[in-house]
T-cell receptor
Framework: DTGVSQNPRHKITKRGQNVTFRCDPISEHNRLYWYRQTLGQGPEFLTYFQNEAQLEKSRLLSDRFSAERPKGSFSTLEIQRTEQGDSAMYLC??????????????FGPGTRLTVL | GNSVTQMEGPVTLSEEAFLTINCTYTATGYPSLFWYVQYPGEGLQLLLKATKADDKGSNKGFEATYRKETTSFHLEKGSVQVSDSAVYFCALYNNNDMRFGAGTRLTVKP
């Protein structure tokens, strides 16, 4: 069990550029979640996948945000036309629907985005 | 809807002091409740959980009891250490919805 990994750990970009982040979940976990965390706040849920299906995306912050999990393993979160307000830590988490522990999510270290 | 309210910080304690961080929630049905901890420079780590009323979660000397009558899940530790300095987040999971509190920063001084 290598844990949830995220890349890159830090990303600095200029306003208007597109950025993409990657998350690799714990290998046996079929659910994958994306969150945003701003300074002094708790994580804010964005979207989640079960295998390759995106089951909830109504809480993505705007249509500039999109996520994919094409083969049910790793996932990417893309932000198009970044704005300074997108600066935050983007967290990924995973969980398993087997064994009755669907509710327990394990988090990655996050990707810190800075938009100049 | 689902929501979590936790005690605002920061909290500063001396080593070996007793810790309580209050957490209350709003939810329909029967959510699962969690405490996560974020050490400086690290990601969120699950500290403990409880899945039904009167369950007590415990780990590393920390405890929290799921109180449905008061909709609370307060975090306690009898004797804190400097190494417990971190930000603590209360969270609930209900109907595929995960909600976090704003976090409480704890600093323990030697």
């Amino acid at each position: 069990d290598t844990g949830v990994s995220q890349n890159p750990r830090h990303k600095i970009t200029k306003r208007g550029q597109n950025v993409t982040f990657r998350c690799d979940p714990i290998s046996e976990h079929n659910r994958l979640y994306w969150y945003r965390q701003t300074l002094g706040q708790g994580p804010e849920f964005l979207t989640y996948f079960q295998n390759e299906a995106q089951l909830e995306k109504s809480r993505l912050l705007s249509d500039r945000f999109s996520a994919e999990r094409p083969k049910g393993s790793f996932s990417t979160l893309e932000i198009q036309r970044t704005e300074q307000g997108d600066s935050a830590m983007y967290l990924c988490a995973s969980s398993s629907t087997s064994g009755g522990a669907t509710d327990t999510q394990y988090f990655g270290p996050g990707t810190r985005l800075t938009v100049l | 809807g689902n929501s979590v309210t936790q005690m605002e910080g920061p909290v500063t304690l001396s080593e070996e002091a007793f810790l309580t961080i209050n957490c209350t929630y709003t939810a329909t049905g029967y959510p699962s409740l969690f405490w996560y901890v974020q050490y400086p420079g690290e990601g969120l780590q699950l500290l403990l959980k409880a899945t039904k009323a009167d369950d007590k979660g415990s780990n590393k000397g920390f405890e929290a009891t799921y109180r449905k009558e008061t909709t609370s899940f307060h975090l306690e530790k009898g004797s804190v250490q400097v190494s417990d300095s971190a930000v603590y987040f209360c969270a609930l999971y209900n109907n595929n919805d995960m909600r976090f509190g704003a976090g409480t920063r704890l600093t323990v001084k030697p």
